[in-house]
Structure formats: structure tokens, C-alpha cells
């Protein structure tokens, strides 16, 4: 069963918290760690069946393990990440199984016995809250909720289309099957995921340092009416907990843009909720989840919320933006002045423990919000 507990604030590179630094050592004897580059391949897997399903595995060989990302729209967006120990672990699809109502056993990554790391993360809602009249920044749910937008109740594009083989992405784009306002008729919620080969860190902010580890994802609404003047959004993600150390993580800055041109103008403050476990159906389930992991009911589910009343918002130009990495073994401490927003992080994969690395989370409420920094 899950553990979730309370998320636990750190105080920042200086002074690590004893559990970052217990991630850390556990972290360590994890072989993935000696990589210096990856092999990185996008393969979208076609259905066998000529159905418009979207199956993306995105393959990162190196020297002794390999990494698997499956990004999938059927059912609400997920992906799973499996991490192995050679550099010949291959992703093994029944299609006919997996799109049946027992997908259990559909996806398997081989040899089993090279697994060192399994987890993944599962999309499930978009809210959008009026927050007219509120004062309190801090209030939750952050205005009055509309009702939400089940992102298993949404229509994707074709993936292959998207797929760019130069910088390693591939974006799924979708609205929802029933739009009966017609909201999201010049609209869409995009999904862009992308993975490297290397170390680096994008020009784009939020500039997140990325390893060969890693895989992001920026998460996008575009061009969709709101139902209100002051609308803000946020987004339900549901993480499935399983096995022990080494460990995953996603990490994120706390923060989203109202421009695609991110900047200091446009950046949004972002919230995470605590995280709250959650029996799986309760939420819409995952067929790529199911069809890896069998009838699992470890999850946890936590709400990320971006911006507030006042300031920027999606109103200004129909459009908001968010980043996060995705990956295993130790995340990528940045080596930020302290002026800079902090970084967060859920661990994948280790129960009952939520983390900040390097960061100020805490101290930037909305109000120091004009304290972001691009990072040089
Ligand atoms: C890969 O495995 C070999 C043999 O076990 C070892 O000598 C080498 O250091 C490993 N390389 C990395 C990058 O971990
Ligand atoms: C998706 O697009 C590719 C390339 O344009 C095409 O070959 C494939 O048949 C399309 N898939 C579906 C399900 O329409
Ligand atoms: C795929 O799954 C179906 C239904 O469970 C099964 O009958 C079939 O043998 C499987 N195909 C392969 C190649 O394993
Ligand atoms: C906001 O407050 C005004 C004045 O109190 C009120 O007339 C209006 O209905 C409120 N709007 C919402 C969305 O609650
Ligand atoms: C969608 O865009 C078209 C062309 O710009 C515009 O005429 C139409 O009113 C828009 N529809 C909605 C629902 O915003
Ligand atoms: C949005 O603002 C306009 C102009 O200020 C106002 O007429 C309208 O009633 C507002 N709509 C809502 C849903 O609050
Ligand atoms: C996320 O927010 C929605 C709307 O406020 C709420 O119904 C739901 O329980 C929240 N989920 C979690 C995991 O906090």
C-alpha cells in the first residue's frame, strides 16, 4: 500500500535535508549513474489494428543500461519509465491485448530480470478555477472550480506527425471529445515530450538542467476560451509508487508562463498540493499502466496549480506553459544563486517521501514573484 505522507520542505543546496541526502547515498550504487551520453532513439509503435492509438517509446541506450520512456494518450496521458541494466532491453507490445478490456501483461520490457526501475505517471484531469474576488493567494482550491476536463475524454492527434528526430521531441496535441461550448474550438492542451542525449540546458526558460537521464515534458494550453475573466488552471497528476530505491523523480521549478516567449513578465507562480493516496479507480485508469504493471492500486495523486488572481495569467494571451523533468537516479542539483526559484521534486518509486532540492520554494509567495531571474 501507498504511504503518502506529508511533503517535507528542504532548505536548499546549502544545507541539503537529511532526507535528500538519504536519496542521495541510496541513490548512488545504481549503475545508471557512469553514463556519460545516450543513444537516444523515438520510435512511435504503430497499431497493429490501423486504430489512431498514440505509442510512443523513446529509448536511451548507454554502455550498460538502458532507459524506456512510453508515452501513450490512450486513456488519460501517461508514461511509464523503465530503467534496465544492459544496453539490449527491448519494449514487447501486444496490441490486441492492450487495447482489450484486460490489458495486464500487454506491455513488457525484456529480459525481465534486467529491470531495475519501474514507475510512471498518469495525466488525469485539467481544472480550471475562477479566482474573481479572490484575495487570498493562498486559498484552496485557488477561486471557484468549473468543472474539470478529463484528460481520458480527449482527442489526440496523430503523434508520428509531430515527431522531430533533431531535437528528440514529439508533441501530442488534444481538445475534448465532447466541447459542447465549443471552448477548445481554435484550442489545445499540448504535450511535448522530449528527451537527450547529453547534459545540457535548453535557451527556453525555465532553463531546467537536464542529464541523459532525463526525459521533459512541457505541458501547454493554447488558444482555449476560458469560462471566466480570471480563469486559472491546473493539472492532476497521479503517480504510481512502486518497487524500492533506486529511485525516479520528476522535478519542476515552480513556476509556468502566460507567454511563449517565458520571461520574468509573463512567469507564473506554481503550487503543488500535498500528495494524497488514492485508490486507482477512482481516477481514470491508464491501459499502458494496466497493461505494465497488472492491477496496481499504489498511487498518489497531487495538483500542481498555476498562477494567481492578480499578475500575469492565462488571460493575457490564451496561453500557459509548463515544464517538468522526468528521470532516474539523483536529480540534477542546480547550482543556482539564491535569488533564483527553487526546484522541486517527487521521488518515483520510493513511498512516503516527497523532496526540494536546491531551492527557495518557501520563500517565494506570488508577492516576490518579480524576484524571478532569468538564469544566465
Ligand atoms: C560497464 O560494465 C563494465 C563491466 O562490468 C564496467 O567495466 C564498466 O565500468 C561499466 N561502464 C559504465 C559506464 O558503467
Ligand atoms: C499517422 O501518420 C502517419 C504518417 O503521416 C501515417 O503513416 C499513419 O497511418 C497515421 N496513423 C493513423 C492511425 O492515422
Ligand atoms: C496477444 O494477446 C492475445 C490476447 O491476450 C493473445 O491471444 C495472443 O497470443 C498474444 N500475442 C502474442 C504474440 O503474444
Ligand atoms: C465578486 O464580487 C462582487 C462584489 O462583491 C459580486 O457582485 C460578484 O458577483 C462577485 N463575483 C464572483 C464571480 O463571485
Ligand atoms: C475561432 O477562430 C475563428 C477565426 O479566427 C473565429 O472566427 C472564431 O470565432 C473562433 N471561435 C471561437 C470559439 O473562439
Ligand atoms: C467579464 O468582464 C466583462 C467586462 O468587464 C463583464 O462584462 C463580464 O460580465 C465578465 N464576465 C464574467 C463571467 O465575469
Ligand atoms: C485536485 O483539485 C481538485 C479540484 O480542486 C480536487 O477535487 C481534487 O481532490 C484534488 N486532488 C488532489 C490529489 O489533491
Redesign the pocket.
Known sequence: MCSCEEPRWGWGHCAPSPILLLSLLLAAPFGLLGEETRQVTLEVIPDSMGLPQNLLHIRAVGTNSTLHYVWSSLGPPAVLLVATNTPHSILSVNWSRLLSPEPDGALMVLPNDSIQFSSAIVFTRL?EFDSTNMSDVAAK?PGK?YPPYSLAEFSWNNITDSLDPATLSATFRGHPNHDPTRAFANGSLAFRVQAFSRSGRPAQPPRLLHTMDTCQLEVALVGASPRGNRSLF?L?LDQLLWGSLPSGFVQWRPVAFSQKQGGRESALPCQA?PL?P?LAYLLPQSPIVRAFFGSQNNFC???LTFGASTGPGYWDQHYLSWSMLLGVGIPPVDALSPLVLGIMAVALGAPGFMLLAGGLFLLLGPKRYSEYQPIN
Request: charged fraction near 10%.
Open positions: 481544472f482550491p472550480p491546473g492532476e498540493s494524497h488514492t495523486a497531487f495538483n
